[in-house]
């Protein structure tokens, strides 16, 4: 099993910046693409960003040029950081991590994002 927890959420203008963070614990080997997503009420989860185990990146077009996702292997750990922040980015942010065909979830942390 591996278990995932998302930190870093909050509330904040639009325009300013966040960064989250997702450590993952547990059987941790063999854990290949990291990602995000995130659901707003009423709305379908939907995926953010993602990073493989190499360290390649994906970003889903409403994020390009102000999120980036990273990684630190050694510390288990991904991240989102989140730049010029717009009131639609609010939503509950997920974790993903996907390791051997199975995919696990965290949590989730809540990121408000006041106009």
């Known amino acids: 099993q591996v278990q995932l927890v998302e930190s870093g959420g909050g509330l904040v203008q639009a325009g300013e910046s966040l960064r989250l963070s997702c450590a993952a614990s547990g059987i941790i080997f063999s854990i290949n693409n990291m990602g995000w997503y995130r659901q707003a009420p009423g709305k379908q989860r939907e995926w953010v960003a993602t990073?493989?185990?190499?360290?390649?990146?994906n970003y889903a077009d409403f994020v390009k040029g102000r999120f980036s996702i990273s990684r630190d292997n050694a510390k288990n750990t991904v991240y989102l950081q989140m730049n010029s922040l717009k009131p639609e980015d609010t939503a509950v942010y997920y974790c993903k991590a996907d390791r051997l065909y199975v995919a696990y979830w965290g949590q989730g942390t809540q990121v408000t994002v006041s106009s």
């Open positions: 990073i493989t185990s190499g360290g390649r990146t």
